[in-house]
Nanobody
Framework: QVQLVESGVGLVQPGGSLRLSCAAS????????VGWFRQSPGREREFVAA????????YYVDSVKGRFTISRDNAKNTVYLRMNNLKPEDTAVFYC???????????????????WGQGTQVTVSS
């Protein structure tokens, strides 16, 4: 079992950057793929990015490719989401989630993820 805590709440202007962190406590963090999801008012939660257990596999929704980068440091039990060139449509509550995996890959469906953080607000506005 793992507990996840996101940090990096922020208000940024369009075109700005922000880095979110997802810190995990518990055992065997390196056994989990980690995903980032987001939800804005009136919309369903959507997949943003995911990273495999070792970090060798990374996956992104098309709308963030080339702007967002997911990475992890297993020694620090932390996953990061670097977000560049932010747009107003990126405004949402961002959640990280963990999915225990036997293989070194990651999935983009939220129902596979058993552990979730509390979420952190990202607002992109001028």
């Amino acid at each position: 079992q793992v507990q996840l805590v996101e940090s990096g709440v922020g208000l940024v202007q369009p075109g700005g950057s922000l880095r979110l962190s997802c810190a995990a406590s518990g055992r065997d963090f390196s056994a989990y793929a980690v995903g980032w999801f987001r939800q804005s008012p009136g919309r369903e939660r959507e997949f943003v990015a995911a990273i495999s257990r070792t970090g060798n596999g990374t996956y992104y929704v098309d709308s963030v490719k080339g702007r967002f980068t997911i990475s992890r440091d297993n020694a620090k039990n932390t996953v990061y989401l670097r977000m560049n060139n932010l747009k107003p449509e990126d405004t949402a509550v961002f959640y990280c989630a963990a999915d225990r995996r036997l293989t070194d890959d990651a999935r983009n469906e939220d129902f596979y993820y058993d552990y979730w953080g509390q979420g952190t607000q990202v607002t992109v506005s001028s």
